[in-house]
Each structure stands twice: as structure tokens, then as C-alpha cells.
């Protein structure tokens, strides 16, 4: 049989997301109580990290361990990557000798390339197109927070990157409206506008934006791989920064979330991420509870107990 990837969240239909949500919220409770559960003995998650990361590395190697299995750390310095070698060699070799693989790449055709030959699951664990992981982990952390987020309204303030791109995606398979606020110059990806204009609406107000919002989210003004334009990205987006203001004109009961790290006074103030409406610790856990859930699904399939 043929393996299943998750490099976007179009790879799993909306059944099988509300489904991960859910495991993973039953994942977590488990863990909470002190519960062992350890239906992956002695499988092996292959990392390839081409960016650096805190959240991601720590939530798959504790989250495979905590499944019962292990994780193998590989960066292109290490390997064969780094001197040449295809990634389709890599990925061939590679998922002869572990059970899934987690790729953080700068580009997504990196990803897609390297799941196309794969004899494994490939999980895309962050690329310049999209950031599925995470968004598994915010809408979970909406659903325990809020309840069931088809129908609501989100707000995006910031930089159309790849994290903007993958609520995009999230607003059509889990059903809520979208709204983006950014710069001229900063739009997320025109196709996805294009293929979602039914369910996200661009504007330039982050007040605008805001309004009535049941979710506010937002990401540092310039990711990694931009830290030359900082200074031209600080100008840009000066007007863009998640403030009580902001807040104030969301609903009343909304949450802030962050995927991190975050730089308090730029993108957002000190005074909402520390407040009582954010939940990005929650959010930042929920990553190692959701791709649990993920893992054993690609694994396992879909397991009711």
C-alpha cells in the first residue's frame, strides 16, 4: 500500500482533520493523567532539518518517544545532502531504514520531491509555502479553548508568509472565515486568494480585520531566511502590530495565538501575548499532542479507544 504524506493540510479531508484534532486532545489527556500509550514500538522517525527550530525538533523527538518509538536529528552538515548527493538518493536510502520522515525545508519542492519517491510517510514540518504542523495545533488549541471553529471568523495580521498561507488552507477545510491584514507588497500566495476568495478577505486595517474576530494570529514581521530586509520589513509593517487596540476590537471571549518565537514589540505587544487572552503555551504544547495524533494515523490509521 502506499504511503500517505501531510505536506499540506489538502492532503487529509476535513473528516480526517477534525479527527487528528480530536485524538490529539484525547492524547493529551492521557499524557496529563500519567497514562502510558506506546503504540509505536521500535518505529523510527527520520528528522531532516534544514532550519533551525526549538518547537519542532522537541515536539516530534518527544512526541515519537512518548509514542514509543525514537528519533534520528539529520541536518545537510551531517549528511550526504550537504555534499551533493539528490534528494531523491536520500529519500530513496533513507526510507529503506526508518518508518516515517520529518523534512523542515526552505522550500516546499524540496519536500515534494523528496515524498515522491519515498517509500515512507514524509511530514512537512515547515517550508516557504506552508506550515501544516502548526495549524494542527492551533485549531486545536481554538477547539479546547472556544469549541468548534467552523463558522467563526479569524484574523491574520502581518506577513502573507507560509504561516498565512496555511490558515488560508485551514479556512477551507475546517469551515471558518478568514481575514488578512497586510501590507502592499506582503499578500499571501495569489492562487490560494483566488481559490478561497469565498471564505478569506484581504484588507489593509488590522482594526478591520479584527472586528468581531473570534482568533487573532500574527508571526514575526521577518522570518527566517529574511533577517536582511529587518529594517525595511520593520518600516512596512509598523502599522501591523497586534496591540489591546487590536484585541479590543475582536470578540470579547477571542484568543490571541503566536506560532513563535516572538518578538514582543514588534509584531505583537508584551501586553496581549502575556495577557489573559493569549494561549500560545497552550499552543506551543498542543505541537507535540497533534503530531502524536499525526504520526500514529499515518502509522496506525485511525484508532477509537
Known sequence: MQSRHFLSLLDFTPD?????????????????????????????????????????????????????????????????????????????????????????????????????????????????????????????????????????????????????????????????RLRIACPVGYEPAAELLADNADRVELTRDPLAAARGADLVTTDVWASMGHEAQLAQRAADFAAYRVDADVMAAADPEAIFLHCLPAHRGEEVTAEVIDGPQSQVWDEAENRMHAQKALMEFLLLGRIDD
Open 16 to 176: 480526517e482533520l477534525d479527527y487528528l484534532i480530536a485524538r490529539a486532545s484525547t492524547l493529551k489527556a492521557r499524557h496529563a493523567r500519567g497514562e502510558r500509550h506506546a503504540p509505536l514500538p521500535g518505529r523510527v522517525l527520520g528528522q531532516i532539518f534544514e532550519k533551525a527550530s526549538t518547537r519542532t525538533r522537541v515536539s516530534f523527538e518527544a512526541g515519537i518517544a512518548q509514542l514509543g518509538g525514537c528519533a534520528i536529528f539529520l541536518s545537510p552538515r551531517d549528511t550526504q545532502l550537504g555534499r551533493g548527493e539528490s534528494i531523491e538518493d536520500t529519500a530513496k536510502v533513507l526510507s529503506r531504514m526508518v518508518d516515517l520522515v520529518m523534512i523542515r525545508a526552505y522550500s516546499h519542492d524540496t519536500v515534494a520531491r523528496f515524498a515522491a519517491v519515498s517509500r515512507v510517510p514524509v511530514i512537512n514540518g515547515l517550508t516557504d509555502h506552508e506550515h501544516p504542523c502548526q495549524l494542527l495545533a492551533d485549531i486545536q488549541t481554538f477547539v479546547e479553548h472556544r469549541g468548534p471553529i467552523a463558522g467563526r471568523t479569524v484574523a491574520w495580521v502581518g506577513d502573507g508568509n507560509n504561516m498565512c498561507n496555511s490558515y488560508i488552507t485551514a479556512a477551507r477545510q475546517f469551515g471558518f
